[in-house]
């Protein structure tokens, strides 16, 4: 069964650090999401992509986060300069279509530790 | 705004007995809505979800889902739980027809004894 792959599974880094967190979604999907979930709160939404753009993001997805489908397969979430509040879950999602009816298929996730 | 609530935190039941996880929600217009499981380390699996038609949705691992509008409910049931059913369970929500993201509630962790 397809499904979506994050990597890695664990991240450390320091503060004031750029990571990359890195996703490959299902492969004839053609709508792509983060979300993330603090420790102990809810999934919250982050941003959708589509056609090589933002679709939309939440007020979380400022200026420190970008997101980028670099070539044909991969989907990253970049945090130029992490901080300690960061530190969460990170869910990479996507979907074929991109309805209120359509559920999304998500990864295994990435945990981001902020130090 | 649209919000899910799951009200429990966690719910315990003996294999073989019926499990119902909560879930109520809030939004104006028509809710789609939608369970979510996650195994550990594994992602959050689509169950489920309700768009329109029959209230009483079916979907994987032999779970069920019951819409309720006048409860503002979407109760996931499973008439007879299994050890492996333990997992952690996300109801989550979408509300207006252009808004894409899906809302989640806390989870609830459920622990079937055998």
């Known amino acids: 069964e397809p499904e979506v792959t994050q990597t890695p599974s664990h991240q450390v880094t320091q503060m004031g650090q750029e990571v990359i967190l890195r996703c490959v979604p299902i492969?004839?999907?053609?709508?792509f999401y983060w979300y993330r979930q603090i420790l102990g709160q809810k999934v919250e939404f982050l941003v959708s992509?589509?056609?090589?753009?933002?679709?939309?993001k939440s007020e979380i997805f400022d200026d420190q986060f970008s997101v980028e489908r670099p070539d044909g397969s991969n989907f990253t979430l970049k945090i130029r300069s992490t901080k300690l509040e960061d530190s969460a879950m990170y869910f990479c999602?996507?979907?074929?279509?991109?309805?209120?009816?359509?559920?999304?298929?998500f990864g295994q996730g990435t945990r981001l530790t902020v130090v | 705004a649209q919000s899910v609530a799951q009200p429990e935190d966690q719910v315990n039941v003996a294999e073989g007995n019926p499990l119902t996880v909560k879930c109520t929600y809030s939004?104006?217009?028509?809710?789609?809505l939608f369970w979510y499981v996650q195994y550990p380390n594994r992602g959050l699996q689509f169950l489920l979800k309700?768009?329109?038609?029959?209230?009483l949705v079916k979907g994987s691992y032999g779970f069920e889902a019951e819409f309720n509008k006048s409860q503002t409910s979407f109760h996931l049931k499973k008439p007879s739980a299994l050890v492996s059913d333990s997992a952690l369970y996300f109801c989550?929500?979408?509300?207006?027809?252009?808004?894409?993201?899906?809302?989640f509630g806390a989870g609830t962790t459920v622990t079937v004894r055998a």
């Open positions: 939004v104006s217009g028509n809710p789609y």
């Open positions: 992509f589509y056609n090589n753009e933002i679709s939309e």
């Open positions: 309700y768009i329109t038609g029959d209230n």
């Open positions: 999602a996507s979907s074929f279509e991109q309805g209120v009816r359509t559920e999304a298929f």
């Open positions: 492969s004839n999907h053609l709508y």
């Open positions: 989550a929500v979408r509300g207006r027809s252009n808004d894409y993201k899906l809302s």
